[in-house]
């Protein structure tokens, strides 16, 4: 299959790597953003920030002309996943995930219908394997098995994109097309550390698979030089 990466609208390269400020706390964010500077145009506040101060950070982010993805990985009954993304769809983020269940899926879209707000289905988390899978209860099935099936529930029911390790998503484009978002963390610049991700692959790879976005991380929130990872993953992004 040729690659789509021509599925991305043109614009600022930078929006292509998200960075994930997970931290302990709103100062540590900040002082992140602060060395990151105009290196970063994106960043993902996750359960880690998000429960630590982080919706009113993300607000001040949005000010500052970021982009901001609330990943909250919601999962609960219909009329509250779509109660909660009402309410997330007037904060302004960019992006939000939902858990790529067929009922969860359906209330996130119909809460954020109105908005500008993205609704991005998380299929199977990229520090699962096949045998997490098993563990977690589910019949064996591999776990890109898993992500297309999750992925064609996604497209049938108009999800605005997918979350899912690289390694599938190429598969992932032949299912959902070249209008639906592919967002992957478990992205590893060569010679860093995979840590508890399971699926990785480094930037380039990740983008010649066709992600639009790549999610990353400990590479950048642990480097000594974040600005400069950051620098040298959107390097390798524009070179892919
Ligand atoms: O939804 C996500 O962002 C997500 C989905 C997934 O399958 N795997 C995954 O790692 N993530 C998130 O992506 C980030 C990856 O962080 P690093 O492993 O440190 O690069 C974390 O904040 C995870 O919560």
Redesign the pocket.
Known sequence: MSLPTNSVPAGDIRDRLII?L?VPSVEEARALVHRIGDAGTFY?I???LAYAGGFDFARELIGQGKKV?L?L?LHDIGNTVEEGVRSIARMGMTFL?VHAYPQTMRAAMAGKAGSDLKI?A???????DDNDLIDAGYAPVPAAELVARRAEQARDIGIDGI???ATEAQAVRGIVGRNRLI?T????PDGSEA???KRIVTPAEGIRLGANHL???????KAADPRAAVEAIVREIADA
Not at 122 to 128: E, G, P, R
Not at 185 to 188: D, E, F, H, K, L
């Open positions: 994930s997970d993902k996750g359960y880690q993805f990943d990985k995930t991005l998380v299929t199977v988390l990229t520090s699962y979350v899912c390790a967002v963390p478990g992205i590893r840590g508890d991700q999610v990353v991380g400990r590479p950048i929130v």
